[in-house]
């Protein structure tokens, strides 16, 4: 089982940079995809960016250009780097793993963390 705990969050002035981090740890046999998703105040969660294990990377429409995914397979860590934040990027930030379950014999498994707030105001 993999446990995710993101850090990093905070208050930040329109314009300014965060960036979150988040930590994986438990028993798995490796992680296939990282991601971080969010989730605005009375609003549907949505997916911001993924990378896989082989570094290929998506975006969502609406941060392409200003945040950057990255990870430490060595660490087991996944960063987002977030430029130019606008107060619409204000919401909980949310961690997700795909990995590969020891005690589902390899089976691909989700896990998700607590998030992490990220507050955009002046």
């Known amino acids: 089982q993999v446990q995710l705990e993101e850090s990093g969050g905070g208050l930040v002035q329109p314009g300014g940079s965060l960036r979150l981090s988040c930590a994986a740890s438990?028993?798995?046999?490796?992680?296939?995809?990282m991601g971080w998703s969010r989730q605005p105040l009375g609003k549907e969660r949505e997916l911001v960016a993924t990378?896989?294990?082989?570094?290929?990377?998506n975006y969502a429409n609406s941060v392409k250009g200003r945040f950057t995914i990255s990870r430490d397979n060595a660490k087991n860590m996944a960063y987002l780097h977030m430029n130019d934040l606008k107060p619409d990027d204000t919401a909980v930030y949310y961690c997700?793993?795909?990995?590969?379950?020891?005690?589902?014999?390899?089976?691909?498994?989700?896990?998700w963390g607590q998030g992490t707030q990220v507050t955009v105001s002046s």
């Open positions: 438990g028993s798995f046999f490796g992680i296939h995809t």
């Open positions: 997700n793993a795909d990995y590969f379950s020891i005690e589902a014999r390899g089976r691909l498994l989700n896990s």
């Open positions: 990378i896989a294990s082989n570094g290929n990377t």
